[in-house]
């Protein structure tokens, strides 16, 4: 989702104006650019969320209305929001899955995906352990993609879904 609204003329223009155009070159917008800025200053994070978590909210809620207005609806609805605790989101939602790894998992897969600033951007996340005990479900995901799908398979039995 923050990957469509980046894509947004709004969106783009307002990180291009804040930071220059090295965070849009060609016109698109490069996130690692956009993290180096926004994870190095408490201040330039805040207007980035400012400017992300009310669009990421609205887009949501409107998903959410389109997709229970189907008839039948759908068994269960899935949204992967990164900083849902921490951007106070939770309480829009039934239920809560906090997928957690191991910190050295984590890494090297944040790094894997061209990731920086990752102890900037750990620093402004609750812990694996606070993410578990907020959430309505846990599941530790540090093993192979087919074991998680298999994880998340059973925690969307026990919810009925």
Do not use: C
């Not at 698109?28 to 207007?47: H, I, K, L, N």
């Amino acid at each position: 989702m923050v990957h469509e609204l980046y894509r947004s003329g709004e969106l783009r223009n307002a990180v291009v104006a804040r930071w220059g155009p090295d965070v849009a070159p060609g016109g698109a917008v490069d996130r690692s650019a956009v993290a180096a800025r926004a994870f190095t200053d408490p201040g330039e994070r805040a207007w980035l969320e400012g400017l992300l978590w009310p669009r990421v909210g609205e887009r949501i809620a409107a998903w959410r209305a389109g997709e229970e207005a189907r008839t039948p609806p759908p068994r269960a609805l899935v949204v992967e929001v990164p900083l849902l605790f921490e951007a106070g989101m939770d309480g829009a939602f039934d239920a809560t899955i906090a997928v957690t790894a191991p910190e050295e998992v984590r890494g090297e897969r944040a790094r894997a995906r061209g990731h920086r600033a990752l102890d900037e951007r750990g620093a402004r996340q609750l812990t694996q352990d606070d993410k578990a005990q907020r959430a309505t479900y846990a599941i530790v995901n540090d093993g192979t993609e087919s074991e998680l799908e298999r994880r998340l398979a059973d925690v969307l039995g026990r919810m009925g879904g």
